[in-house]
């Protein structure tokens, strides 16, 4: 009786081609929660009994901030989330990074009786958003820093506090300048000379892979399709003496010939003449 048999040098390839199988098949996750990307960068708020001021030391490190379809490319946020409107690939897609995380330097010295630090925002990249990001119910994610019209000064309550700094994908750099000050703990109103040195944090940003649409205001016009040959001209104003050709070439759009004009185009007047 025959018998056929599969060699252990066939068996090696099959195997390899399954467990690459494997590999591809992960099932893509809805995150819970915003990813950190990356290790932690603590600047460090003090407090200096000798001089009455607060001091901020800031490391040197520079954040990525990186899209989910670049860090989790088979992710998505749970819709519910109040992050994903800002964050998930389907929606605005912004790059972002929690890595920067504002902590108090064990050697600081008490603060004065009823002052409490605030950290302010005294100017930044445009494009740059910051949140304040809470994982734990109820959830937040709430525009701070300036970011959607919202105050550039906030109290801070001391604790490790990690926002989530977010940006357009891309090649660009973004920072933003930061001090920290005491003010009233009651009415929020800052000591004077309390304020920090000014310090500045930075980013690096990369693209999430996706081309970059253009869109553009344009203005179409169109006429009926017709046996005979048309010029379509433009004038500046009713009544013309002076009619120019539109030195466009008509393409086809839903059966009819139509030209594609910048939208500076819309203040001027157009006829179509009539050639032999």
């Known amino acids: 009786m025959n018998r056929s048999c599969l060699k252990s040098s066939a068996i090696v390839p099959v195997l390899t081609a399954l467990l690459a199988l494997a590999a591809d098949s992960t099932p893509a996750a809805t995150l819970t929660a915003v990813p950190m990307q990356g290790g932690m960068v603590m600047p460090m708020v003090s407090y200096s009994a000798a001089d009455g001021r607060v001091h901020v030391m800031a490391e040197p490190t520079i954040p990525q901030l990186t899209p989910l ?42 603060l004065p009786d009823g002052t409490r630090i605030w950290l302010r925002k005294r100017s930044g990249s445009p494009e740059l958003g910051a949140y304040r990001y809470a994982n734990t119910a109820p959830k937040a994610f709430e525009p ?7 105050p550039a000064a906030l109290a801070w309550n001391g604790m490790m506090f990690h926002p989530t700094f977010t940006a357009p994908p891309g090649t660009n750099s973004y920072s933003a300048t930061f001090d920290a000050y005491l003010a009233d703990a009651t009415t929020g109103v800052e000591i004077a000379n309390t304020a920090s040195t000014e310090f500045t944090l930075t980013w690096s940003t990369v693209p999430d892979g996706r081309p970059t649409l253009q869109i553009a205001a344009k203005v179409a016009i169109a006429w009926a399709p017709s046996t005979g040959n048309y010029i379509l001209e433009v004038a500046d104003s009713l009544p013309a003496a002076n009619w120019t050709p539109v030195d466009v070439t008509p393409v086809t759009l839903n059966g009819q010939p139509t030209v594609i004009l910048d939208a500076a185009a819309s203040t001027k007047v157009y006829r179509l003449r009539s050639t032999p």
Do not use: C, K, Q
């Open 69 to 110: 379809l670049v860090s989790n490319p088979a992710d998505s946020f749970a819709p519910e989330d109040p992050w994903f409107s800002t964050l998930d690939p389907s929606a605005r897609g912004l790059a972002f990074s929690r890595r920067y995380g504002f902590v108090m330097n064990t050697m600081t010295d008490p």
């Open 144 to 150: 701070i820093f300036g970011t959607l019209g919202s």
